[in-house]
């Protein structure tokens, strides 16, 4: 079974450019994660979809911006991008949520190295 | 507080040793708790889950779980140079139906 994929593997951007990421679940999985992890920090939440819909958003401005398409693929977009959004972009799926434990298990992708210059 | 926390080490021990990596949650209604290994460079690997208290064994890792405590462990054993990384806790709970990251404690096993 292939895990989640990411796309690209590395992207190098100019500051106040535009940055595109594609991540693709794991098939059967409704859910996908956006997280954000700077050199030397934690795992940031970003953004959360499932069904094609936002279902929750980290603490980041709103040039972070993405959405889910039909075949639950997604997409991360990043405008007028800063030296400090340099990072490993991941992207994590699920089943879905729910009281039940398996469904909540979230698989990560190899990742988007950002570098912002 | 934060949400989830743990040490963030570095953790050493000696090849073959018992390595024990501790985490400790503050929503009390959290359901569902997961491991996971990130080595160097690379995206977060999913090893462990664990969902009711008490212990839950897969080869050589443990995990531990004390809900009234707010507690949950990783136990390695028999710990291995490769296994030297850093393991992240998670937890899922109601706030927001999302799992929140512990920042992680690095784990050294020496040779």
């Known amino acids: 079974e292939a895990g989640v994929t990411q796309s690209p593997t590395h992207l190098i951007k100019t500051r106040g450019q535009q940055a595109t990421l594609r991540c693709s679940p794991i098939s059967g999985h409704t859910s996908v994660y956006w997280y954000q992890q700077a050199l030397g920090l934690g795992l940031q939440f970003l953004l959360w979809y499932d069904e094609g819909e936002e279902r929750n958003r980290g603490n980041f401005p709103p040039r972070f911006s993405g959405r889910q398409f039909p075949n639950y693929s997604s997409e991360l977009n990043v405008n007028a991008l800063e030296l400090e959004d340099s990072a490993l972009y991941l992207c994590?799926?699920?089943?879905?949520?729910?009281?039940?434990?398996?469904?909540?298990?979230?698989?990560f992708g190899p990742g988007t190295r950002l570098t912002v210059l | 507080q934060k949400e989830v926390e743990q040490n963030s080490g570095p953790l050493s021990v000696p090849e073959g040793a018992i390595a024990s990596l501790n985490c400790t949650y503050s929503?009390?209604?959290?359901?569902?708790f997961f491991w996971y290994r990130q080595y160097s460079g690379k995206s977060p690997e999913l090893i462990m889950s664990?969902?009711?208290?008490g212990d839950k064994e897969d080869g050589r890792f443990t995990a531990q779980l004390n809900k009234a405590s707010q507690y949950v462990s990783l136990l390695i054993r028999d710990s291995q140079p490769s296994d030297s990384a850093t393991y992240l806790c998670a937890v899922y709970g109601n706030a927001g139906n999302m799992l929140t990251f512990g920042g992680g404690t690095r784990l050294m096993v020496k040779p």
């Open positions: 929503d009390r209604v959290s359901q569902s």
């Open positions: 994590a799926s699920s089943l879905g949520t729910s009281l039940s434990g398996a469904y909540n298990e979230q698989f």
């Open positions: 664990i969902y009711s208290n």
